[in-house]
């Protein structure tokens, strides 16, 4: 726990600082969440095809689901969904002369279900 993924367009393979995101993301949510760093696990996904609004050309996604144990209020949930969006385009570069795809992101923060189980070995 917390158990987070991202998905992003391919476009954005080159000019997404991933390892830098996942680092400050892990930091934010002990913050936010009261959650433990040694805990926070986040896994990417390159999403090679995406097709956003009106299927223009040079749009990108991303999407980061973050997954909690239960006990966050709703609050809480939400105030890391912000802070999230806030984070995430600092380690999104635009490109040369801010020439890059325009981004559609979005945060989901909710609660793992009563039979998530982890085991470490």
Excluded at 25 to 33: F, I, P
Excluded at 51 to 66: E, F, R, S, T, W
């Amino acid at each position: 726990m917390p158990q987070i993924t991202v998905d992003y367009s391919a476009n954005l393979s080159d000019t997404f600082d991933r390892r830098g995101f996942a680092s400050a993301l892990h930091a934010l949510t002990t913050e936010v969440a009261a959650a433990t760093v040694a805990n926070c696990k986040t896994r990417f996904r390159c999403l090679e095809e995406v097709y956003v609004a009106d299927g223009a050309p040079g749009a990108a996604l991303v999407h980061v689901q973050i997954g909690l144990l239960a006990g966050r209020t709703e609050a809480v949930q939400a105030e890391l969904s912000e802070a999230v969006l806030g984070l995430l385009f600092k380690y999104l570069s635009t490109g040369a002369n801010g020439a890059g795809p325009v981004v559609h992101a979005s945060v989901d923060v909710s609660e793992l279900g009563a039979a998530y189980r982890k085991l470490v070995q």
